[in-house]
């Protein structure tokens, strides 16, 4: 089954303050979805205001983790790209007018582990998060959730199987490495060593600073949430595997991404980044700079930091630390803006 690159989430529903939770996800089977498993996903809104559906959210134009998928009970993985974005801005949202219902067609099997056999169960989810800035005053919709839909899968072939089921081997290399590919000009070689030599250097100044407790810092408590020693401990983990990535690993950049991202990556195939358009310019240092987006990334791979994309923007990842510090450590935008530290704190 293919993997496709996928947006990353940022946001959740915006609506009217009359039409909190006015948002109704009904999903379907489509007949003869055995083979390559696709859905049907009506959105209706039931309130009396329009409401404004970030078009990331939406499956179709681009895919994005946007189901729970299980299988006898259990999670199974998501196999797409996770793309770090800018903040959205109003051409990134979708009206949907009061009482109006869309439809929209997915293929599951496509981003999901569904090649073993057993009965399967498909939900579609929208997470709540800070609305993005600059939006119009409105409240957003309560997270919604779709009904769930089931089907068993006799799963594919033992061989095949055999072959999926496999760990995929991490690189290994001797001493730090650093490859190209996607006709890499000199110019954007340059610029990305550059860009690596800061991230290591913010890296460094973020392992660091966790190195010693400060169950009073400012900075950590901005970007990861009030303090506890396990929480504290995992940030900790997570940046000296980061480190341990830029100083030691085979890093491969590619450069033939003609999107509007900044970067993306498959969490599941180390040490690979993908630098979209965004990427080149952005500052080397500083808020959402091109050091920060390979931090950013780097905490992506299951092998390092194992991170998701639960919201965009230093607005996003301060709300996130605020409401849920759990969640905090587990999105890149916190870990790099904690690494990128603008404005500074202690």
């Known amino acids: 089954m293919k993997a496709t690159p996928i947006a990353l989430l940022l946001a959740g529903v915006l609506a009217s303050p009359l039409c909190a939770a006015a948002l109704d996800a009904r999903l379907s089977l489509v007949e003869g979805s055995t083979d390559d498993v696709r859905v049907n996903l009506t959105l209706t809104n039931t309130g009396d205001k329009p409401i404004r559906l970030l078009k990331w959210q939406l499956p179709g134009s681009e895919d994005a983790p946007l189901f729970v998928v299980e299988r006898d009970g259990q999670r199974v993985d998501y196999e797409g790209a996770l793309i770090k974005r800018a903040a959205p801005t109003d051409k990134d949202f979708q009206l949907l007018k009061a009482g109006q219902s869309l439809t929209l067609q997915a293929e599951i099997s496509g981003l999901y582990d569904m090649s073993a056999q057993g009965q399967y169960s498909i939900r579609y989810q929208l997470p709540t ?24 899968l006799e799963g594919v072939s033992d061989e095949r199987l055999q072959a999926k089921a496999a760990p995929l081997a991490e690189p290994q290399a001797v001493t730090a490495s650093v490859s190209f590919t996607g006709r890499c000009t000199n110019t954007q070689k340059s610029d990305i060593l550059t860009a690596l030599d800061a991230a290591s250097s913010i890296t460094n100044n973020s392992s660091s600073y966790l190195a010693v407790d400060k169950p009073t810092g400012q900075r950590y408590r901005s970007w990861f949430g009030a303090y506890s020693t396990a929480r504290w401990d995992q940030a900790e983990t997570q940046f000296s595997k980061i480190k341990d990535a830029i100083d030691n690993k085979p890093l491969t950049f590619d450069c033939g991404c003609q999107q509007s991202y900044f970067a993306y990556v498959y969490p599941d195939q180390p040490y690979k980044v993908y630098l979209c358009k965004s990427f080149w310019s952005a500052p080397v240092n500083g808020t959402d700079s091109r050091a920060g987006t390979i931090v950013h990334e780097l905490s992506h791979f299951n092998v390092v930091a194992g991170t998701d994309d639960l919201g965009y923007g230093q607005s996003n990842a301060r709300n996130l630390a605020n409401t849920d510090p759990v969640k905090a450590l587990n999105n890149a935008d916190n870990h790099e803006y904690f690494a990128e530290n603008t404005p500074s704190e202690n």
């Open 129 to 152: 998060l800070e609305k993005a800035a600059g939006a119009p005053k409105a409240k957003q919709a309560q997270a919604s959730e779709s009904n769930a839909v089931s089907l068993w």
